[in-house]
Every structure is written in C-alpha cells, then in structure tokens.
C-alpha cells in the first residue's frame, strides 16, 4: 500500500471523508497528537487499525465526535457531571468513559459494556467528522509501545504503507494524549491523566475525583484496561530508559557516575550542556505543559541518535505534569531510581 502524505485542503479533507465511509483508514492531527482513524461502528474496519498498529485486541479505542447529538447511538446515557465537563472542556482534550450504545463496534471498545468519547478542538479532525459524518475511533498514530507521533514525518516514519492517507496539518498543540475520566461509577475515576488535570475537572464538579492506582503503578494481573495507556510498556524508545529523582545536582552525580557508550541524558531545558553525556532536553522543570509538548518528539530523537541507555530528569506528579510523568514512567517500564 502507497500511503499518501497531503496538506490539509477541501480535497484532501474530502479524500479523508471518502476513505472512512469506505471503510479505510486515515491518519490525522489532533490537538493532542496524530491519530489513526477508522468508522466507529464498523469493526472490520476499526481492526485495520490493531493491525496497523500492532496493538492489542483488549486494549479499548476512543470515539471522538463532532457536537453532543452525535453521542445519541454511541453512549446510552450521559451521566450529570459528564454533561457538566462537556460544557467546560468540550471540544478539548477530556475523554470521558461512559456506558455504551448500540451503535459502537465491539471491536472500538474490547468488549467492554463502556465507551470513552471525546469531542476534539483541532479543526482538522472537526472538519473530517463533519464531511464524513463520522464518529470515527482513533488511538495515536504509532505502532504500539513506540512514543506517540506529533508530526506527519514521525507519523510517516510509523505508519508508512500500512495505512493509505496522512492528512499534514502541523504540530500537535498539547503534546500527550487526552485525560480519560470514568463517569459511570458512583465516584468520578482519573484512569489517564492529561492536559485537562485533576484539579480543573474538581473545580467543574465540585467533588473529588478518584486517581486510579494504574496510572503510577503497573496493572494488577489479570486487571482490565478500562482506558487506553493503561498497560505495562507504552510510549517507550528503543533505548532502556531510566528515571532518576532528586536534584539536578544528584541527577548530575548520578549520570557522572553511569556514563558509558551509547548513554543519553533526557533533562530540562538548558541542563544539557552541563551534563558528561549527550542530551535531549525535553520542556522547562516545573512546566508541564512544556514537557508535555515536547516529551513524545524528544523520546523518538533520542532513538534517531542512537541512545542506548537513558537517564531521564523526573517530572512533578501534579497538573499537568502527572500526564507526562505518566507516559515516561511508561516508557521506562516503571525503572525509577533516586539520586
């Protein structure tokens, strides 16, 4: 298969359309990174993406939508404090998992009896599923465990032949994948945090919301993902990939100490020419919205240098910085140490 890389344009958006009522996939930009997307109610065709990806059949895909009268058929209901976070975030990064409807494939959701949605804000994703009409799922366009894409040319390098459009608009906004937030149990649950953190969607419902242990912690044996990026290895380069805690002057010792061929330090902006070892720097300390900008798109340049073994600078673990604490712990198989 020939896989087509086109600005974004009326005819390249009419493409796009064309191709997900064919049944085909398309990968595309999202405010948060590049998506793979597929018709959510035809499994055939949302199994194009497993495959594309090479990605578990139990791990569920997010159905993202184009205005609230597109949920009737895909939710059965939209629980109070769903709608209350949809007048606040949506369209924006906020998935929420909510009780299934009739219309959503098997497939999209792994069998689950829950659906996660989410009403995107990138306009190029907003102007597909109006021409399409189209609910479409759509996990990150890379092929499974890799860092998520948040260019065309990362998306490329991924997905090359194994899908037929990439639709170019640009860097994604954000960075990381949405939050996901389970609406249906009696308490709201943070499965994956995210742009929107948990301190927003308080303020919103005035409750607390619950952080389910998955998202610092492994899956328990024989536990169900309920939300993508819950699974052991994700995001991860092909190098092994270590946190370190503690100061920058420990992180210092600590590389020192560990330096070798092959070795890279992922650290903060402007702490790489202080470091014994090549560095990628990945957004300021104690800014996660810049680390989450730029976490993905540094992971896959310490795999175009050739990097071995990384030592990574941890983030905080609130905000917005949870999310990319989320993803990197990820990456590095749950490897943290203290300096």
Known sequence: MRTQVLPVTEESIALAARLLNQGELVALPTETVYGIAADARNGAAVRKIFEAKGRPQDNPLIVHIYGMEMLHGIVTQVPVRARKLAEAFWPGPLTMVMPRGPEVSDVTCAGLDTVGVRMPSHPVVQAVIQASGVAFAAPSANLSGKPSPTN?????????????????????????????????????????????????????????VLVSPAILEKLKEGEIARSPGMKYKHYAPKAQVTIVQGSFDAYRRYVQAHAGEGVWALCFDGEGARLPVPSVEYGKNHDGVTQAHHLFTALRDLDRNGAQIVYARCPEQDGVSMAVYNRLIRAAAFRVVTA
């Open 152 to 208: 065309a040319q990362d998306t490329l390098a991924d997905m090359d032949g194994r899908l037929p459009l990439i639709l170019d608009g640009g860097e994604s906004n954000v960075g990381v994948e949405s939050t996901v937030l389970s609406v249906v149990g009696e308490h709201p649950m943070l499965l994956r945090p995210g742009y929107i953190t948990k301190e927003q969607m308080e303020a919103v419902l005035g409750e607390e």
